[in-house]
T-cell receptor
Framework: RKEVEQDPGPFNVPEGATVAFNCTYS??????FFWYRQDCRKEPKLLMS???SGNEDGRFTAQLNRASQYISLLIRDSKLSDSATYLC????????????FGTGTRLTVIP | ETGVTQSPTHLIKTRGQQVTLRCSSQ?????VSWYQQALGQGPQFIFQ???????GRGNFPPRFSGLQFPNYSSELNVNALELDDSALYLC??????????????FGQGTRLTVV
């Protein structure tokens, strides 16, 4: 089983739509959770960290459900510039301090 | 710009050859991690260096090796290249080493093609 699993999409949505991405992780002891954004042929960039209490940054809301080992990202009022691949990322902090990435969910916002 | 630079940006090598990729970490960062990203996949952890010592390794064979220098820049070496090594190689710089205490900043990557 993969450490992090997410629906690869693609998600094609019209401008202004609300879209939600989900992912699950396998290691129940995982400590830190993130969403990264990766534009085509570019490096991943941190979009936001994910906390158990949920957190919001403008049009973006992230949620963590530790009991279900489930992470979500909600994007409201989609913009053309939101088109990218969104990577669900988990740091198990088992000593190696590495990040486990999902395969990414590709989003295209259509005019 | 993240301040993390990788070189070269693109590289074409022949199967069986050796390659060295380089990464300059962001100022003030002492930890460098290397990732391999195959087409259509998420990055996969290769290894991490913290203060010049290996601090964890992913599921990659020994022909993937690395080095970190006193200025915290790093190299990734791959021997006996195989076609499946074709990928984007990403370097991530952070400060800490005992937990993901600070945000990891990625370089733009080196796109390696093995023919």
């Amino acid at each position: 089983r993969k450490e992090v699993e997410q629906d690869p999409g693609p998600f094609n949505v019209p401008e202004g739509a609300t879209v939600a991405f989900n992912c699950t992780y396998s290691n129940s002891a995982s400590q830190s959770f993130f969403w990264y954004r990766q534009d085509c042929r570019k490096e991943p960039k941190l979009l936001m960290s994910v906390y158990s209490s949920g957190n919001e940054d403008g049009r973006f809301t992230a949620q963590l459900n530790r009991a279900s080992q489930y992470i979500s990202l909600l994007i409201r009022d989609s913009k053309l510039s939101d088109s990218a691949t969104y990577l669900c990322v988990v740091n198990p902090q088992t000593g190696a301090n590495n990040l486990f990435f999902g395969t990414g969910t590709r989003l295209t916002v259509i005019p | 710009e993240t301040g993390v630079t990788q070189s070269p940006t693109h590289l074409i090598k022949t199967r069986g050859q050796q390659v060295t990729l380089r990464c300059s970490s962001q100022s003030g960062h002492n930890t460098v991690s290397w990732y391999q990203q195959a087409l259509g996949q998420g990055p996969q952890f290769i290894f991490q260096y913290y203060r010049e010592e290996e601090n964890g390794r992913g599921n990659f064979p020994p022909r993937f090796s690395g080095l970190q220098f006193p200025n915290y820049s790093s190299e990734l070496n791959v021997n006996a290249l195989e076609l499946d090594d074709s990928a984007l190689y990403l370097c991530a710089s952070s400060h800490g080493g005992r937990g993901w205490d600070t945000e990891a900043f990625f370089g733009q990557g080196t796109r390696l093609t093995v023919v």
